[in-house]
Nanobody, 131 residues
Framework: VQLVESGGGLAQAGGSLRLSCTIT?????????VGWFRQTPGKAREGISC?????????YYADAVKGRFTISVDDTKDAVYLEMSRLKPEDTAVYFC???????????????????????WGQGTQVTVSS
């Protein structure tokens, strides 16, 4: 299983970026949840958004990105996207996509966005937002 992120780069505050994550080595039918995470130096990796197919495709967003970021998936291309708008300097981080084959139903947003639940990770893509 291989996940490859792309689309990171430099953006100005208030701008937009679109991250992509291509998934190879398994079928989307085997994926229960796909998520986006981010990490800055010295801080723990945090979950920012995911799609949970064991809950019928329910989408979760962290409070810090709700209303600004949108997660979507293209089944035909085995790709997941993160549309980021109204970017802020505090969005600067390395962004990762990850997947899990585990079923999680009714555990809530915080648990679903826990990085420890995900088994397969990409290498990350840097997003830098200037003020």
């Amino acid at each position: 299983v291989q996940l490859v992120e792309s689309g990171g780069g430099l953006a100005q505050a208030g701008g937009s970026l679109r991250l992509s994550c291509t998934i190879t080595g398994l079928s989307f039918d085997d994926v229960m949840t796909v998520g986006w995470f981010r990490q800055t130096p010295g801080k723990a990796r945090e979950g920012i958004s995911c799609i949970n197919w064991s809950e019928g495709g329910r989408r979760y967003y962290a409070d810090a990105v709700k209303g600004r970021f949108t997660i979507s998936v293209d089944d035909t291309k085995d790709a997941v996207y993160l549309e980021m708008s109204r970017l802020k300097p505090e969005d600067t981080a390395v962004y990762f996509c990850a997947i899990t084959n585990d079923v999680k139903i009714g555990v809530g947003r915080q648990a679903t966005l826990q990085p420890g639940w995900y088994q397969h990770w990409g290498q990350g893509t840097q997003v830098t937002v200037s003020s």
